[in-house]
């Protein structure tokens, strides 16, 4: 994949060229997370305010209301804490979207390393293809409790992952500075 775009200011003559490889669409979701990633990051450090919905404070801090300090405080206090809750919402896709470059996650809820031996059994099976009969093999683990892979671990990191995810698309209008 190959992305070039110009700059925003001059939008009228802005040169914008992609291609798009046969091989970016094989993983498209890690394709994207390797562009959108290192992206929210940069919002996040960039940012000058939050998107509406997290703007909606009391009070009121234009010189209207200057004659109730009480609108201006309440509305820095409301804004602040805007501010905390829009962070939040960014750290959480940006973790989603970081654990998503990674090539293997769930790599750290894997311990031990499992080995197989495939032996025979005394079953058979008629083979739908062929017609003929045909002995099954077991696969069989040579170091049963030596290695263990910690499945409610996945889950939780696959529930934090689409949380991210959703929280991407429930605010991917307000992207922007």
């Known amino acids: 994949m190959k992305v070039n775009i110009g700059k925003f200011f001059k939008k009228a003559d802005r040169r914008i060229n992609i291609q798009i490889d046969k091989y970016d669409t094989w993983n498209l ?3 994207l997370a390797l562009i959108i990633y290192p992206a929210l990051i ?3 450090q960039d940012k000058h305010g939050v998107p509406g919905c997290f703007a909606e404070v009391g009070g ?6 200057d004659s109730f300090v ?3 405080e309440t509305h820095d206090e409301s804004f602040d804490a805007a501010c905390k809750q829009w962070d939040e919402v960014l750290d ?3 973790w989603a979207f970081q654990q998503l470059t990674l090539d293997d996650y769930t790599a750290k809820y894997s311990h031990g390393n499992p ?3 495939f032996v025979k059994t005394d079953k058979t099976h008629l083979n739908p293809i062929t017609g003929k009969i045909e002995e099954l093999m077991e696969m069989v683990d040579q170091n049963p409790g030596q290695h263990w892979i910690d499945y409610d671990g996945i889950t939780e990191h696959e529930r934090r992952i689409q949380e991210g995810l ?3 698309s429930k605010h991917y209008r307000s ?3």
């Open 175 to 177: 992207l922007w500075d």
């Open 92 to 94: 959480k896709m940006i």
């Open 60 to 65: 009121d801090h234009t010189g209207i209301q």
């Open 29 to 31: 979701d890690h394709t």
């Open 42 to 44: 940069q919002l996040k």
């Open 166 to 168: 959703d929280l991407f």
């Open 70 to 72: 009480f609108y201006k």
């Open 115 to 117: 080995k197989f031996d």
